[in-house]
């Protein structure tokens, strides 16, 4: 029965993986395809980290919410295409860049939600790395994008007026997978930003700290990133991205490329604080991949709690969750409390633990 | 009984996520620390996964399996100080760095398995960049090196020289959860590097495509990277190590700072393939986080297969699991049937769904 | 009257430097502008440069010459403007992305060969980044935008929709004098590739080595730059640039962004090497800056030798300096007389200097 | 007489370019190693440039100077080597790493000033790159540990315990001549940073704003850095630095690789303004290169004015420059006036020319 249930998600099926899963929220957001108090289902294994997200939703809704927006969205594959000469290669390039029309003709035969929306050539000598740009409609769009681009393969090779000596269908330029600086100038799936403005009292009354302070730390810390050379600069996207990718049905190894983005603390002229975070690179959908599995929906629909879910609304959840965390990490590191944190709940997991083990 | 079980992993408790497992393999490793053949529990609701990294396992193990070393380790803590002017810094960054032997002992009150290897100051003006670098034995170590690193700033506060106006735990230069370049100059957890060689013959046969063209893809890919401004350059580690992270009950949310690193391709004298993966990042261990866990313990009982499993040994399978991933992945794109594979794959799913749903 | 010759070059005159040109070439080019047999004057104080590139050039050209194209141009400035929300900050960024029609008006009250050409804008919450991008005709162009950014910035006071905090001509996200690796995704100045192959024979008799060899240390040295975390991967692109820019009155501090691209070896099917390089950020004009003064005009009017010279032609002549440069570098490093050029060198000037002093 | 003069620094010599020096200072600076008030010979061909980075020196002048510290030296070689194994290239690797004493000697033999100082070897598949790190004393280095590392590589040969295929005198990973993240985590040259304290009252008399706008300019144009993907962030390191160097007589092309680092403001608790620049990739020599040339050395000597100036001091006072530059220019982009300077400067520059040409 459960191989059947997960035939179409795994090969080699031996059995079933349980994680715990916590709730983290309120979190109220007036984004642009979001709006309401959210309840965020996170699955994880680490100690602390629905606690601290919490925190951060708490403080957010407590200071009024958030806002959020939806910048940009789009899923590219990157085909390349190897020549003999580099005549050829700006050739078949100048050819590709006016064949949006028809490419987008090839990839509608393969899928009934995505769109093809822009057509970008670069030439590298003899090398050509096409950028094929999607809309994916309400999925996160990996594999839409891949049979699309293989269509488009297709029509290239029977009316290319430049012959080629190799064709691939993904030539590691579209930032699959990986944490790429390109993803600022472009997108990756869905480029969201969220703000919040938390007043001096709740900074100090929530966090135990200042607003002063934790300008002070965003200044260090963002160029502590400078300085080991990230991409982008931030704190701890990658823990509440994995957890919800991972409650939702989301290919989780997105990670990598998803927790990407900017961390903005200032400080507001009536000495309050104002928070941004800006994410490139949101790879989620409502539908495929793991969201239609049975705990991954149930944990959809928590989230989704006052109605449908769009990908659009997902994604800007995602960014208001980032911001919530970077306000509880960067709190808790400049109240001094953030090993504190980690040490109590240590012990009290030990308790916690004997307790069991005696059970 | 279950929110009891997950005490020590998680906060506001609500249920559980089921995952399915598969298992790739066999893959045989000659490691420095990682001998024999081993089966890999992956965890994942992406299709084509696990049958992608099994191809590329038992592609290695005909070939008569892949060499792999444990390069470097250590995990980083980078508490951060502000001082009055540039001097102070300067005099602060000069006595820390001469503290190595007082800083582990103040360490040591907070670990048995952990030990405090390096000291090195970064100055950027009237900012100190501290990073503490760590052994961390058989755990991750992200939260020992956290404890130990804040009995070190007491320390610090006890008996520094020259006074600092903020000092915050962890200042974002350590990498913890993110890909940054630095990686590649230090280390982040455990470096990790594995190797193979496919004759031609098993390149055709298993892979329907030849050496040739596999370096040629590489090439491109390569420079792909480069182009799209990538930390290393490399296919699809985020996959597999995703994949393993979650079924082993390690952080999955390190996937950000580990899928990050070197593939390299190259045709041999002999006309066959060379393949080598390089991962300065692999945050692992045997203990702590969600190892305790029954499926996650269970799975890494699985891996270990011939016998107790290191945390090493466990690095170096990640290394070789990477490199069964990139070569099944550049096969296919070489062969043309990366799309293929996903199309016939989606089609056979359809039909097992209306199977299940009949059911 | 040097005061007065060099009055529009600088402030604070106090006399002049001499520097010593050198001539390399010919350097045989079949250009999309550039066409012909170019020698090259580079102005340097470094031995060993200018015959190391006249060895280059010299090997292109008796392998019948090198192909080189154009791919992109434009320059771009970046203003930035703080709104007091997200909100504002996204509604004036879908505002001015429809504006491009009038503020190409408004820049064509400040330059009769600029044109505006694309504007693009980056919300990161309550700022925004708003690039400019220009074709500047003949001149490298900085100035010009500068200007014209700034008509445009009086026209958006007059008519934004939505009011900011602040506004500031340039917000850093342009890549002004500086390696970014947005320059891959957008263009700076102009984007140029150039490539050659040469024989098996050549390769022997002109640089004592192998193309196998020479495609084996660019598959090393590709890595190595990826390692250090470079932006491309290159050798010594800075140091042609560096001397041609000088020579030729380009604007030098420009060799930060303009030393950044990709070098890319490799065997050909009959045994022979195939070389390229693509750079997307030669900043370079035939008028404006320093290509008034007589010894600059001078050197460009050896480099134009067979009739006028365009900045698209001189664009693609630094692409084929800095593949002349590659390949001679690379052919020193392959034959192991990298060090011993230099040593040799430094002995012979020794003894030169030694005449020099004796007479 | 010109070109034996020359000898010792080009080929194919066919005489001489000519550039305006301008003066830029009084600069006052208290660093580890330069101390009291210098006047800086900027050679440049780009109006504008002398007067902004000499209001700059002033300002900081007036404000009472800027502090400095040279924070770290050396300069790496890193040949690379490739092993028929993954275990052959780390066997080599760890004999490499102890054979500091016996690679010392060896290079003692090319150089009575140059030291190595430490061993570093990469192992990424069956390739190894060995960082060399020298201390270069008064030169800037380059071709000092060409020639060690060439003796190194001798020495290697003779007594390596693992044998190579292949071993290159510089794989690309030295970060020579190029931009790199890796400057950071090490030292390219000499690391310096240099720090100022400004008035709000000067901030409003000599640059028409407020420590406020200053800052905040700051944050937006730090970001705006990161969003394009610089190596750091700053805003115009590049050009004073090429002044300096071309007046100097020192490589013009390591601006490539200097114009790196750190510039960070903020408001000071009174109200004034914080300014600090860092730059890990000062590549700088008293002797050798070009300092030897008449006009080069008389602006040496019009640089140490004082005294004696050492390598060391040339390198802080490069930093004290490059704060000089981002405070007149970020002052300028506050004030609104950027355009206005430039705009100005080209109207009086018409004028001038004008009269040049009547004359």
């Given at each position: 029965?459960?191989?059947?249930?997960?035939?179409?998600?795994?090969?080699?099926?031996?059995?079933?993986?349980?994680?715990?899963?916590?709730?983290?929220?309120p979190?109220?957001?007036?984004?642009?395809?979001?709006?309401?108090?959210?309840?965020?289902?996170?699955?994880?294994?680490?100690?602390?980290?629905?606690?601290?997200?919490?925190?951060?939703?708490?403080?957010?809704?407590?200071?009024?919410?958030?806002?959020?927006?939806?910048?940009?969205?789009?899923?590219?594959?990157?085909?390349?295409?190897?020549?003999?000469?580099?005549?050829?290669?700006?050739?078949?390039?100048?050819?590709?860049?006016?064949?949006?029309?028809?490419?987008?003709?090839?990839?509608?035969?393969?899928?009934?939600?995505?769109?093809?929306?822009?057509?970008?050539?670069?030439?590298?000598?003899?090398?050509?790395?096409?950028?094929?740009?999607?809309?994916?409609?309400?999925?996160?769009?990996?594999?839409?994008?891949?049979?699309?681009?293989?269509?488009?393969?297709?029509?290239?090779?029977?009316?290319?007026?430049?012959?080629?000596?190799?064709?691939?269908?993904?030539?590691?330029?579209?930032?699959?997978?990986?944490?790429?600086?390109?993803?600022?100038a472009?997108?990756?799936?869905r480029?969201?930003?969220?703000?919040?403005?938390?007043?001096?009292?709740?900074?100090?009354?929530?966090?135990?700290?200042?607003?002063?302070?934790?300008?002070?730390?965003?200044?260090?810390?963002?160029?502590?990133?400078?300085?080991?050379?990230?991409i982008?600069?931030?704190?701890?996207?990658?823990?509440?991205?994995?957890?919800?990718?991972?409650?939702?049905?989301?290919?989780?190894?997105c990670?990598?490329?998803?927790?990407?983005?900017?961390?903005?603390?200032?400080?507001?002229?009536?000495?309050?604080?104002?928070?941004?975070?800006?994410?490139?690179?949101?790879?989620?959908?409502?539908?495929?991949?793991?969201?239609?599995?049975?705990?991954?929906r149930?944990?959809?629909?928590?989230?989704?709690?006052?109605?449908?879910?769009?990908?659009?609304?997902?994604?800007e959840?995602?960014?208001?969750?980032?911001?919530?965390?970077?306000?509880?990490?960067?709190?808790?590191?400049?109240?001094?409390?953030f090993?504190r944190?980690?040490?109590?709940?240590?012990?009290?997991?030990?308790?916690?633990?004997?307790?069991?083990?005696?059970?």
């Open positions: 029965m459960s191989r059947a249930r997960f035939a179409r998600n795994i090969e080699n099926y031996i059995g079933m993986l349980v994680l715990p899963v916590g709730l983290a929220g979190l109220r957001i007036e984004g642009t395809a979001a709006r309401g108090e959210y309840h965020f289902p996170l699955a994880t294994t680490e100690a602390a980290l629905v606690a601290s997200y919490s925190r951060g939703a708490q403080l957010i809704t407590q200071a009024g919410g958030c806002a959020a927006a939806l910048l940009a969205e789009g899923v590219t594959r990157s085909p390349g295409f190897a020549f003999r000469s580099l005549a050829d290669a700006a050739r078949f390039a100048a050819w590709a860049e006016l064949q949006t029309a028809a490419f987008a003709a090839a990839a509608s035969t393969t899928t009934a939600h995505g769109k093809l929306t822009a057509v970008r050539a670069a030439v590298e000598g003899n090398h050509v790395y096409l950028d094929l740009d999607f809309f994916t409609d309400e999925a996160a769009g990996q594999n839409m994008v891949t049979l699309a681009a293989d269509a488009i393969l297709q029509d290239i090779a029977a009316r290319t007026p430049v012959r080629y000596r190799h064709a691939f269908l993904e030539a590691n330029h579209s930032g699959d997978k990986k944490a790429a600086a390109l993803a600022f472009r997108v990756r799936g480029r969201v930003s969220a703000e919040a403005r938390i007043s001096r009292t709740l900074v100090a009354e929530r966090l135990n700290t200042t607003p002063e302070r934790m300008a002070e730390y965003w200044r260090m810390a963002a160029i502590g990133g400078v300085l080991a050379g990230t982008g600069v931030q704190g701890q996207f990658a823990n509440g991205l994995a957890a919800l990718y991972l409650a939702c049905g989301q290919d989780v190894a990670v990598a490329e998803s927790a990407v983005g900017i961390t903005r603390l200032e400080l507001t002229e009536d000495g309050g604080l104002y928070a941004a975070v800006t994410l490139p690179g949101v790879m989620v959908g409502t539908v495929g991949g793991g969201t239609g599995l049975p705990s991954q149930a944990c959809l629909d928590i989230l989704s709690g006052n109605g449908p879910l769009s990908a659009r609304a997902l994604a959840l995602c960014a208001a969750l980032a911001l919530a965390g970077e306000l509880s990490l960067i709190g808790a590191l400049c109240a001094g409390d090993a944190a980690h040490a109590q709940r240590a012990r009290r997991l030990r308790l916690a633990r004997q307790e069991v083990c005696r059970a």
